[in-house]
């Protein structure tokens, strides 16, 4: 198979995690939806034969490492996920106390914004659907870089999502948080005026997921674990970053990425502060990655690619 030199390395971190959860289900005894996984892992898996075969046999570069980053995406998001699951239960102290001090320093209130969306519905809808759209939003990415040419800002782009999410999932199982709609109440009328992303129930929920951990890993089921720091911030900064330098595409990110910031707040159930820590997460993870790449690529730049086998 033929790899380029992101694209190995994030190989090598998505095999180190599936040999962590192996590991780690069968340590902990945590069943897992066998058929729900595998029908994600032969999607991934698909995209990235599918990639082989366009790098290898039709020469197009241009889908290859579309297809191939797609395919590397879906792969590492299902092995960091159960592997963000199999950390619990958690066994050190919640930061959520300290966070909210911190929000109520600088005049921010969870409760307050959500129940201000609530008087403003078409608001709040639109930043429930500008909430669930970060992944998309990814995908979206990859495909623009991908097929544009841009295949170094793409391997850029994939080496900062997987070091940025190493990073958050690093940060928050020494310092756990699962944001303030898990501690603070909203009057029924509010709950119902729109649908919550996160809602307090959803808080509940993970409250109990971070205190017992889970007895069974399914697809359908996976809630978003890590408050602070905010991976939906991370993506955003990601996507605005990567799609800068095209302008046809840069001015709708941008926007809709400013939106972004009150959906995080408002249906991601997070505190103030877990948006400053997703950012400096993503300068954090984007610098690493750059680093890495600059330092991968002299080595290979003949072929520009890495040969795992032939």
Same mark, same amino acid.
């Given at each position: 198979?033929?790899?380029?030199?992101?694209?190995?390395?994030?190989?090598?971190?998505?095999?180190?995690?599936?040999?962590?959860?192996?590991?780690?289900?069968?340590?902990?005894?945590?069943?897992?939806?066998?058929?729900?996984?595998?029908?994600?892992?032969?999607?991934?898996?698909?995209?990235?034969?599918?990639?082989?075969?366009?790098?290898?046999?039709?020469?197009?570069?241009?889908?290859?490492?579309?297809?191939?980053?797609?395919?590397?995406?879906?792969?590492?998001?299902?092995?960091? %996920?159960?592997?963000?699951?199999?950390?619990?239960?958690?066994?050190?102290?919640?930061?959520?106390g300290t966070l909210t001090q911190i929000d109520g320093m600088l005049g921010y209130s969870w409760p307050a914004i959500v129940e201000w969306a609530?008087?403003?519905?078409?608001?709040?809808?639109?930043?429930?659907?500008?909430?669930?759209?970060?992944?998309?939003?990814?995908?979206?990415?990859?495909?623009?870089?991908?097929?544009?040419?841009?295949?170094?800002?793409?391997?850029?782009?994939?080496?900062?999502?997987?070091?940025?999410?190493?990073?958050?999932?690093?940060?928050?199982?020494?310092?756990?948080?699962?944001?303030?709609?898990?501690?603070?109440?909203?009057?029924?009328?509010?709950?119902?005026?729109?649908?919550?992303?996160? %809602?307090?129930?959803?808080?509940?929920?993970?409250?109990?997921?971070?205190?017992?951990?889970?007895?069974y890993l399914t697809p359908a089921n996976v809630l978003g674990l890590i408050a602070f720091p905010s991976f939906h911030m991370v993506m955003a900064?990601? %996507?605005?970053c990567f799609l800068a330098r095209i302008r046809f595409v840069f001015v709708p990110a941008a926007i809709l990425n400013a939106l972004m910031m009150?959906?995080?707040?408002? @249906?991601?159930? @997070? @505190?103030?502060?877990?948006?400053?820590?997703?950012?400096?997460?993503?300068?954090?993870?984007?610098?690493?990655?750059?680093?890495?790449?600059?330092?991968?690529?002299?080595?290979?730049?003949?072929? %520009?690619?890495?040969?795992?086998?032939?």
């Amino acid at each position: 198979m033929v790899f380029l030199p992101a694209e190995r390395f994030i190989v090598f971190i998505i095999a180190t995690l599936a040999l962590l959860d192996a590991c780690l289900l069968l340590l902990k005894g945590v069943g897992i939806d066998f058929v729900g996984y595998a029908s994600l892992i032969a999607c991934g898996a698909f995209l990235v034969a599918l990639g082989q075969f366009y790098r290898r046999v039709r020469h197009n570069d241009r889908i290859a490492a579309a297809a191939t980053a797609a395919g590397l995406f879906v792969l590492f998001t299902i092995a960091g %996920s159960i592997f963000n699951y199999l950390l619990l239960p958690s066994y050190f102290a919640q930061i959520d106390g300290t966070l909210t001090q911190i929000d109520g320093m600088l005049g921010y209130s969870w409760p307050a914004i959500v129940e201000w969306a609530a008087r403003h519905p078409l608001v709040g809808l639109v930043l429930y659907a500008v909430y669930t759209s970060s992944l998309m939003q990814l995908l979206g990415v990859i495909l623009v870089l991908g097929f544009s040419g841009r295949t170094t800002r793409l391997q850029h782009f994939l080496l900062t999502g997987v070091i940025g999410a190493l990073l958050a999932i690093m940060f928050w199982f020494f310092l756990p948080s699962i944001g303030p709609a898990a501690f603070q109440r909203l009057p029924r009328q509010v709950v119902e005026a729109m649908p919550l992303a996160v %809602s307090p129930a959803y808080g509940t929920e993970l409250g109990r997921v971070l205190r017992e951990g889970s007895t069974y890993l399914t697809p359908a089921n996976v809630l978003g674990l890590i408050a602070f720091p905010s991976f939906h911030m991370v993506m955003a900064c990601m %996507s605005v970053c990567f799609l800068a330098r095209i302008r046809f595409v840069f001015v709708p990110a941008a926007i809709l990425n400013a939106l972004m910031m009150p959906a995080i707040l408002v @249906h991601g159930g @997070h @505190h103030l502060v877990d948006l400053v820590g997703g950012g400096v997460t993503f300068a954090i993870a984007y610098a690493l990655a750059r680093s890495l790449l600059e330092k991968a690529t002299p080595a290979d730049a003949q072929n %520009s690619t890495i040969r795992l086998a032939d």
